[in-house]
Every structure is written in C-alpha cells, then in structure tokens.
C-alpha cells in the first residue's frame, strides 16, 4: 500500500481556503486517493476520492497532478465546524477488500 | 437506514476477560472492516470481510478473532483481553468494486482494558 505523508497540523481563520497537500510517492496505477474528515468522537466520514485531475462535489475540491505522486485536498471559505482531523488515503479497493492505511492526518484548527 | 451502528459505546474489562464487540450494516455492503484507533493516532485495520463467510486479517490481528455468518453483522471477539488493547473500536462498510468506494464508519466502541 502507497504510504502518505501530509502536514501534522494547520491552523486557519473563517472564510479562507484551506490547502492540505499529500505526498504519496510510490501510487501504484490501479490506486485512487481518497480523503476523510474525523470529529473527535466519531469515526471517519467521505469527503471526496479522485483518479486524475480536478474533482469537485460540494464541500471540497481535489487537485491532483498529471504524475499523480501528490493531491491537494481543497476546503472553500472555512467554519469553525471544519476543525476535524482530514486523512489522506491511497489505495485500491478490488479483490483484496478495502485494506485502508491511514496515517497520522493533519489537524486542521479554525479560528475566528 | 440507521447505517453502521455499533454496541457497546463503552466497555471497561479486566485483563483476561473475553468479550465481542458487535457491529451491524443495513446497507448490504459486502466490504465490512475493523479499525482501531489509539490517542493521537490514525486508524489501523485489524480484520476485514469481503462477503459473509470470508475474512481476512488486517495490519494488527493479533488477540482478535471475527466471523461474518450474515451480511450484515461482523462482530469482532476479543479472546483474552490485554491493557495494550485500550483503545476506540471502528468498524465500516462499503460496497466492493475496482474503485477504492466510500467507506462508511459507525459511531465507535471506546475500550477499556485494566
């Protein structure tokens, strides 16, 4: 499984746009990258997943390069509600079931 | 659909005891997994399932047994409890495909063992 390297820790202020930016050197072709949000307290939730390029749903956006060996995870116009812990995942989820690796995140703190 | 619900929300044992952490999907998700998650850590896999009657051990399977006789129920046993297996408890769900698809998370056991 491809490992992941993303900041440990951002700080932000309501109404900016948050970058947090993976590097994940050895993604296989068969792998896509997958970001989750956790709240204290609860488990992981979908944000969004991607391929290739640009994906775009309505909380976020994922930037991906045409070597694919990063991504940027992209938060429009931050809340205070956007302070969670955001993982960044690569893997695929055929045959072997979905044998998720998840680092250490990046925590994500928003401010007034 | 209540999703991925998961019993207890809290459990304290004693080292040695045994005990099995239920988890439940109504979603007919084929994938079920077991993650578990120490202080300031990410998620670590212990064992997953592709389809009832198959699973499979994760990164950490060591002192955990599961089955999954159903689709929808994956419950996870713990043989002989140890301190070391403090910890809050995820299980998830998703369906299979090629794609690496969304997995959804139930609300978490937190453990502990004294």
């Known amino acids: 499984l491809a490992k992941t390297t993303q900041p440990i820790s951002m700080d932000s202020y309501e109404g900016q746009e948050v970058n947090i930016t993976c590097s994940h050197n050895n993604i296989a072709t068969n792998d896509y990258i997958t970001w989750y949000q956790q709240f204290p307290s609860q488990g992981p939730r979908f944000i969004i997943q991607?391929?290739?390029t640009k994906v775009t749903n309505e909380v976020a956006s994922l930037f991906i390069p045409a070597d694919r060996k990063s991504s940027t995870l992209s938060l429009p116009r931050v809340s205070l509600s956007d302070t969670a812990v955001y993982y960044c995942?690569?893997?695929?989820?055929?045959?072997?079931?979905?044998?998720?690796?998840f680092g250490t995140g990046t925590q994500l703190k928003v401010e007034l | 659909n209540a999703g991925v619900t998961q019993t207890p929300k809290f459990q304290v044992l004693k080292t040695g005891q045994s005990m099995t952490l239920q988890c439940a999907q109504d979603m007919n998700h084929e994938y079920m997994s077991w993650y578990r998650q120490d202080p300031g850590m990410g998620l670590r896999l212990i064992h997953y399932?592709?389809?009832?009657?198959?699973?499979d051990q994760g990164e950490v399977p060591n002192g955990y047994n599961v089955s999954r006789s159903t689709t929808e129920d994956f419950p996870l046993r713990l043989l002989s409890a140890a301190p070391s297996q403090t910890s809050v408890y995820f299980c998830a769900s998703s369906f299979p495909g090629t794609a690496y698809n969304e997995q959804f998370f139930g609300p978490g056991t937190r453990l502990t063992v004294l």
């Open positions: 991607g391929y290739k």
């Open positions: 995942l690569v893997g695929s989820g055929g045959g072997g079931g979905n044998k998720l690796t």
């Open positions: 399932s592709v389809g009832a009657g198959i699973t």
